[in-house]
């Protein structure tokens, strides 16, 4: 078993900055991803972005590219979300998301998640 936890969400305003965490323990993958999804209210969970564990080859969906950068710290065993310029289109609750074996922007190809946290953005 994998157990992720986030934190690192919170209020700014546009233009602000924020950086989530998100801490595994259990079982580690030393060939999977770490994935980053948000949920914003009454919408379907997204993809916005994930970072391979070996090579840290990071992957972005396009409306954060640029704005957004994945960074990992194996030795933590923890994955970091950057989220500069944020938008209040980036209101969400933001989740990352641990799978063993590639990267995936599917949400179905992820085998565990984190509790998610807020990230509110004013305008």
């Known amino acids: 078993q994998v157990q992720l936890v986030e934190s690192g969400g919170g209020l700014v305003q546009a233009g602000g900055s924020l950086r989530l965490s998100c801490a595994a323990s259990?079982?580690?993958?030393?060939?999977?991803?770490m994935g980053w999804f948000r949920q914003a209210p009454g919408k379907e969970r997204e993809f916005v972005g994930a970072i391979s564990w070996s090579g840290g080859r990071t992957y972005y969906v396009d409306s954060v590219k640029g704005r957004f950068t994945i960074s990992r710290d194996n030795a933590k065993n923890t994955v970091y979300l950057r989220m500069n310029s944020l938008k209040p289109e980036d209101t969400a609750v933001y989740y990352c998301a641990a799978r063993a074996y590639g990267s995936s922007p599917s949400v179905q190809q992820y085998d565990y998640w984190g509790q998610g946290t807020q990230v509110t953005v004013s305008s």
């Open positions: 259990g079982r580690t993958f030393s060939s999977g991803a």
